[in-house]
């Protein structure tokens, strides 16, 4: 089974906190993906990973980084945490569109984070 | 760009009734397709998808879903639904431009909700 790993299920942080959100996936799939879901709104694209230290902005990266140093591992990073970011984290990871027809995602359970 | 629209936030349905769950896309390449379900605090689940060839997919839990390339929809579709199914259904769409890693661009979701 595919299984695709987010290091919290809850956070909570204060205001102005760098905070770092972990996803690790067992696959070996090349791309890898952060998503917000908010109420309402649906599953938004923050960033996205095709490969080992490439990253690409997706619909909402402002306020937010990423880092992919190794294939298995794609971390979010907020770099000054603010209320707006209080929101559910999906990480996910596929198999790259040339490789194989199948361009399924998998989803971790995701991470709620609370900025207070 | 690619776009969808799930056309209702909530849908009530009696026990073992019939369901459909509408989507719509607009997209100017050719699209994959995909409905993911989400239980109560936990991340999404492919339900079944849409690459190529037969436009009726069946799916896991007795779901299908209907490609129809001329109306633009991808509507899920349950004959009898069970209290189980109650969760969030999300419609997703991926170009199929090939290669790299552009994400899903998911609809804003519907929640199901199964009435006794």
């Known amino acids: 089974d595919v299984k695709v790993t987010q290091s919290s299920r809850y956070l909570v942080k204060r205001t102005g906190e760098k905070v770092f959100l972990e996803c690790v996936q067992d696959?070996?799939?090349?791309?890898m993906f952060w998503y917000r879901q908010d109420p309402g709104l649906g599953l938004r694209l923050i960033y996205f990973?095709?490969?080992?230290?490439?990253?690409e902005k997706g619909d909402i990266p402002e306020g937010y980084s990423v880092s992919r140093e190794k294939k298995e591992r794609f971390s979010l990073i907020l770099e000054s945490a603010s209320t707006n970011q209080t929101s559910m984290y999906l990480c996910?990871?596929?198999?790259?569109?040339?490789?194989?027809?199948?361009?399924?995602?998998?989803f971790g359970q995701g991470t709620r984070l609370t900025v207070v | 760009a690619q776009s969808v629209t799930q056309l209702d936030s909530q849908v009530p349905v009696f026990e073992e009734a019939p369901v459909e769950l509408r989507c719509n896309y607009s997209s100017s390449v050719s699209v994959y397709l995909f409905w993911y379900v989400q239980y109560p605090n936990q991340g999404l689940q492919l339900l079944l998808k849409?690459?190529?060839?037969?436009?009726l997919v069946k799916g896991i839990n007795g779901f299908e879903a209907e490609f129809n390339k001329s109306q633009t929809s991808f509507h899920l579709r349950k004959p009898s639904v069970h209290i189980s199914d109650t969760a969030e259904y999300f419609c997703?769409?991926?170009?199929?431009?090939?290669?790299?890693?552009?994400?899903?661009?998911f609809g804003k979701g519907t929640h199901l909700i199964i009435q006794p």
């Open positions: 849409y690459l190529s060839g037969s436009t």
């Open positions: 990973s095709y490969d080992v230290k490439m990253k």
């Open positions: 696959m070996d799939h090349e791309n």
């Open positions: 996910a990871s596929s198999l790259i569109r040339a490789r194989l027809m199948n361009t399924e995602a998998f």
């Open positions: 997703a769409v991926s170009e199929g431009s090939g290669g790299g890693a552009d994400g899903l661009t």
